[in-house]
């Protein structure tokens, strides 16, 4: 599936309704390769490193468009916004992240 810097668009009782996640410019864009474990924190979050962890964890979420959900400048959006789904995804995928990135 290809993926350009146009939103698609689809309809909505009538109403056009364009998906955030599909543009390559949206905070909401998630690349295929994207999974639970693909941002490179080389030295997990062990109690002793979390200025050097913290670091590269916002370098990582800022290379990927994602630090604005974590930052809060991109607010959790109400029930019945069309983007709340896509939202939580991405809310999702940064738990998980962030959750791989922290030593066990």
Same mark, same amino acid.
């Given at each position: 599936?290809?993926?350009?810097?146009?939103?698609?668009?689809?309809?909505?009782?009538?109403?056009?309704?364009?998906?955030?996640?599909?543009?390559?410019?949206?905070?909401?864009?998630v690349h295929?390769?994207?999974?639970?474990?693909?941002?490179p924190v080389?030295?997990?979050?062990?109690?002793?490193?979390?200025?050097?962890?913290?670091?590269?964890?916002?370098?990582?979420?800022?290379?990927?468009?994602?630090?604005?959900?974590?930052?809060?400048?991109?607010?959790?959006?109400? =029930?019945?916004?069309?983007?709340?789904?896509?939202?939580?995804?991405?809310?999702? =995928?940064?738990?998980?992240?962030?959750?791989?990135?922290?030593?066990?």
């Amino acid at each position: 599936m290809a993926h350009n810097n146009i939103a698609s668009t689809n309809t909505n009782n009538g109403t056009a309704v364009t998906n955030p996640s599909h543009s390559t410019t949206s905070e909401y864009y998630v690349h295929p390769s994207d999974g639970p474990n693909s941002v490179p924190v080389t030295s997990p979050l062990d109690g002793s490193n979390y200025l050097a962890w913290d670091r590269t964890m916002c370098r990582a979420l800022s290379a990927k468009n994602m630090f604005q959900l974590v930052d809060r400048s991109n607010p959790v959006h109400v =029930l019945h916004d069309p983007s709340r789904k896509v939202w939580e995804r991405c809310n999702i =995928l940064i738990h998980s992240w962030i959750a791989y990135s922290v030593s066990s």
